[in-house]
């Protein structure tokens, strides 16, 4: 009778698991579909949008609050001396914008530092290149205070979202040199 309740038992824990992982699977496949959606709007958005600034800064808030960090940037390769500049931001202060971040400005007394310096407990992160035609603009990089291992489809996520700010910088250019022409 007790190697009964005992089969009973493990059938009943087995089951129960099953039932969560199929949950957890569920609310995955969920969190994926919701972020290609968020993806899908961004590249319409940024067909539609003359404003490039307000696409990018779109972007960060985008990547941010969907995969729940507190920073997301979207930093460009200065050509002339390849320091990285902060040309959008989600948990950035606005002063930071257009200002170098891998220099020793984060050491001015007026200016906050980047939030991989210490005293913001960055734990992880993802770096993407956000490529326009055959060169790398820069990089769409995320940021959490926790420690986390980030799914493949929440990278693939961030690449998607650096593709779409690629292209939007690539039209901004395309369209400048074409209305520059006439």
Do not use: N
């Amino acid at each position: 009778m007790v190697g009964l309740v005992v089969a009973l038992g493990v059938a009943v824990l087995l089951y129960a698991t099953r039932q969560a992982e199929a949950q957890l699977t569920l609310d995955q496949l969920r969190a994926i579909a919701h972020r290609e959606t968020l993806a899908t709007r961004l590249a319409r958005r940024a067909l539609a949008c003359a404003d490039l600034t307000l696409v990018v800064q779109e972007a960060t808030r985008l990547v941010a609050t969907s995969l729940d960090i507190e920073y997301c940037a979207v930093l460009e390769s200065r050509s002339y001396d390849s320091a990285l500049v902060l040309r959008a931001g989600f948990g950035w202060p606005q002063v930071s914008l257009g200002l170098p971040v891998l220099t020793p400005i984060a050491s001015s007394p007026t200016l906050p530092p980047p939030p991989w310096q210490p005293g913001h407990g960055i734990q992880s992160g993802v770096s993407v290149g956000i490529e326009v035609g055959p060169h790398t603009y820069g990089v769409l990089d995320v940021y959490t205070t926790r420690r986390r291992v980030f799914s493949h489809e929440e990278v693939y996520f961030v690449k998607t979202v650096a593709d779409v700010v690629g292209g939007a910088i690539e039209r901004g250019r395309i369209d400048s040199a074409w209305h520059s022409r006439g």
